[in-house]
């Protein structure tokens, strides 16, 4: 099937269903490799990264292989705290296993909780450890906006970021580990009878579509970040705070077509101004308390909240792809405790493993 390039249903009803809440949702477009804006509304605004948090993760993981202290087939262990995550979830019993490489498939396409949980307390020891890994990075980085509780982006007083701040970390990781592009671009994954399609709308809908992440609670309405390249031209966009996943996915496409065309460059994504304001804005009440008459939306990419609105806009069909198999591991007869590493990876690797499958 041939991929669209270019959308042509019209969207912006939402917006007056939504008051001026959504008004300000934050929007940026930009040149990849130079680091350049192309288009930005309120990209410094703080706000709820909910899901799209774990690209940081995903990023320390990233690191953590190219240092050596991990390998893509280490086993890492099911702990108690994990497994009480909320949805989206696997549903990992306490003591199974998995690899490095089967978790990070998981958290890019399914975006599951428990995995989260999973990875962080493997690299990090504990969830609260693995914050403060995320922090320094996040300062590193120069990402100056933002703060991580947590690895998976549910709602936490002080979890934060800004459209700037993940695009800052997007390019990151492209850039620092291009060998592992491809991981963010794949169409679906498969556990043992279940198939689980890639959250993000533009895989398989949009030409030249290469990731990267999703993102989901009330508090923050429906996130991306994402990437497309045609011919020798990269782009990142950032979408954060739409009505609906078919809206996110539009507006990205938008962004896209724009970046495309005929385009000026802006300031560097580093040199925009920080707003004022200690808190993003919550918008549980829009997104999550509206009584629209229409259909009954699962919003789980996140959180597992139903959602009550409004019929979104009808997304073009995706292009059909194999998805990847992804294996889980046995149950331990040790647990994990919550707060301890696997076993497994706390012997540091001796060098760095090839990269999985699926990114060469």
Known sequence: MRLLSRVVIVIGVCFGL???ALRA??????DLDTGRVIYQED????????????????????KSVQAGRIKWTTPLVTSE???AMPPSKIGMKVGQTLTLDAAIKILLVKSANDIAVIVAEGLGGSVEGFADMMNREAAALGMVDSHFVNPHGLFAEGQQSSARDMAILARRITLDFPAYNSLFSLPAIQIGEKVMENTNGI???????????????????????????RGNK???AVVFGMPSAAERTLKTMELFDRGFGPSMPGPLLESLPRRSGSEPPDLRGVICGRKDIGETDAANE???????????PVLP???????????????KATPAKPGEPADPAKKPAKKAANPPAASQ
Do not use: D
Request: net charge positive; aromatic share 8%; charged share 15%.
């Open 203 to 229: 895989i398989g809908r949009y030409e030249g579509a290469t990731g990267m992440k999703t993102g989901f609670i009330c508090a923050s309405g429906f996130n991306v970040v994402a990437t497309a390249q």
């Open 234 to 236: 990269r782009l990142i």
């Open 25 to 30: 949702a934050p929007l940026l477009l930009a």
């Open 302 to 312: 996140s959180q597992g909240q139903t959602v009550t609105r409004a019929p979104p």
């Open 18 to 20: 939504l008051g001026s």
């Open 43 to 62: 990209a410094t605004q703080l706000w709820y990264p909910a899901s799209v948090t774990k690209l940081m993760t995903v990023y320390l993981a990233f």
């Open 81 to 83: 705290r994990a497994k």
């Open 317 to 331: 069909p995706r292009e059909k792809a194999e998805p990847v198999l992804v294996t889980l591991g046995p149950v």
